[in-house]
């Protein structure tokens, strides 16, 4: 029910932007994320957006990452810029049943979204 795709392998500097297309049921119902899982590292969250189109980011996230929505494709993107080599990490798309923490601000410590996407691997060079 979610599809990500427009990873890849890029330099520093580097622009990326991920898409992930949601079946209509979870888009227009649900809360929609990205969230990331480096190599060693426990998955986070990077952004997440609402039916209404309000946008929330995670700390760290805030600056080089764009969460945003098109629903006439059904598609969430995620527009990373000026990436890093610790950018380099799995990116899933997921789905949260509204009220979500993750559109509230308030995500829980043990992330578990109700869907998630396959995921769609990012690789940042130095």
């Known amino acids: 029910q979610l599809v990500e795709s427009g990873g890849g392998s890029v330099q520093t500097g580097g622009s990326l932007r991920l898409s992930c297309v949601a079946s209509?049921?979870?888009?227009?119902?649900?809360?929609l994320g990205w969230f990331r899982q480096a190599p060693g590292k426990e998955r986070e969250v990077v952004a997440a957006?609402?039916?209404?189109?309000?946008?929330i980011y995670a700390d760290s996230m805030k600056g080089r990452f764009t969460i945003s929505k098109d629903n006439s494709k059904n598609t969430v993107y995620l527009q990373i810029n000026s990436l890093k080599p610790e950018d380099t990490a799995m990116y899933y798309c997921?789905?949260?049943?509204?009220?979500?923490?993750?559109?509230?601000?308030?995500?829980?410590?043990?992330?578990?979204?109700?869907?998630w996407g396959q995921g769609t691997q990012v690789t940042v060079s130095s």
């Open positions: 957006i609402d039916n209404d189109g309000a946008t």
């Open positions: 997921a789905a949260d049943k509204n009220p979500s923490p993750y559109c509230t601000g308030t995500p829980p410590r043990d992330i578990n979204p109700d869907y």
């Open positions: 209509e049921y979870i888009y227009s119902s649900f809360c």
